[in-house]
C-alpha cells in the first residue's frame, strides 16, 4: 500500500522538507491509513514521489524509527511499529494501572511471587533494616493489553507492611494497599534510571531479543516521616516504553 502520492511538500516556507514529511508519514499512521506491521514506502520511493533527496527521506525515516513509530527490517524494509507505551513522572505519585488505562489500554498483572524472605543486603542498606530483618517480597509481570512490558521486583519492611499479603495484588494496585496506612502510604520517590542489556531473564518474560536494551527504574520510597518503606527494580522493553519527565524551575523571588 502506497499513500501520500497526492500530497505534497512545501518547498516555501522556512519549514525543513525532512521535519514536513516526518509530519506526513505520523499523520497516515496516527489516522491509521499505515497499520501497524505494514510496509511504508522505501527512500527511493519517497524520494521520487516528492522530489526530495535520500538523505532528506533518510532523516526523517531515522527520527521516527528513534521516536518508536517505525522499525526496520534488513533487507526487507521499514514497518510501522506498536505505539509505545508513555509514562509521565509530573510530580503527583500515580499507580501502573490508572497511567495504562488513562492512556485506553487495559493494564494486567501476573503475580510471579509473593513471600517472607530475609532482606538482600542491598535492599537492608537502602530501606534502613537491621541485619536478617525480613521484608515482604513481590515479584510481579505487568501488561498493558496482551504486551509484557515490564518485570517488577518489590520489597517492603515486614514489620510495616505485613498487612499487605492479606491482598490480592494481581487485581490491587500497590499504592493505593500502601495507603491504607499513614505509615506506608507513598509520598516520595528517589528514583534512579538506566539503560542496561537484556539478560535471559528479561528475554523469556518480556518476549524480547537479546539486542534490546532495558530500561531499569531503582526507585525508593518514602513515607510522610522520611522513613524509607518501599524498595523497587522495575525493568521495562526499551522497545516498548517511552517516559517523560517535566521539569519545572522553581519560582524566583
Not at 46 to 56: H, Q
Not at 65 to 92: C, D, H, M, N
Not at 184 to 205: G, S
Request: aromatic share 10%; net charge negative.
Amino acid at each position: 500500500m502506497v499513500l501520500l502520492k497526492n500530497v505534497r511538500l512545501d518547498k516555501s516556507v522556512p519549514i525543513p522538507l525532512y521535519f514536513q514529511l516526518k509530519e506526513l508519514i505520523l499523520s497516515e499512521i496516527k489516522e491509521g491509513n499505515y497499520k501497524i506491521g505494514s510496509l511504508i514506502p522505501t527512500e527511493n520511493e519517497l524520494s521520487e514521489m516528492f522530489g526530495i533527496s535520500r538523505t532528506t527521506v533518510r532523516q526523517a525515516i531515522t527520527e521516527l524509527v528513534q521516536e518508536g513509530w517505525l522499525y526496520r527490517v534488513k533487507s526487507k524494509g521499514t514497518y510501522v511499529s506498536k505505539p509505545k507505551i508513555e509514562q509521565s513522572f509530573i510530580q503527583a505519585l500515580g499507580s501502573f494501572n490508572d497511567q495504562i488505562a488513562e492512556l485506553g489500554r487495559t493494564p494486567s498483572t501476573e503475580l510471579l511471587d509473593f513471600e517472607v524472605i530475609v532482606a538482600p543486603d542491598e535492599v537492608a542498606k537502602e530501606l534502613k533494616l537491621k541485619p536478617n530483618e525480613k521484608v515482604v517480597y513481590i515479584h510481579r509481570k505487568r501488561f498493558a493489553d496482551e504486551d509484557p512490558i515490564v518485570m517488577v521486583k518489590t520489597y517492603l519492611p515486614f514489620n510495616k507492611c505485613k498487612f499487605v499479603l492479606n491482598h490480592d495484588l494481581e487485581k490491587e494496585s500497590l499504592y493505593p494497599v500502601l495507603a491504607l496506612h499513614d505509615d506506608t502510604q507513598i509520598y516520595k520517590i528517589r528514583r534512579f534510571i538506566e539503560a542496561v542489556e537484556a539478560e535471559d531473564y528479561d528475554i523469556e518474560n518480556l518476549n524480547i531479543s537479546s539486542d534490546k536494551a532495558i530500561q531499569q527504574f531503582l526507585s525508593i520510597g518514602y513515607n510522610v516521616y522520611d522513613e524509607p518503606i518501599e524498595y523497587s527494580l522495575a525493568r521495562y522493553r526499551g522497545d516498548r516504553n517511552r517516559f517523560e519527565v517535566i521539569i519545572s524551575a522553581n519560582s524566583q523571588k
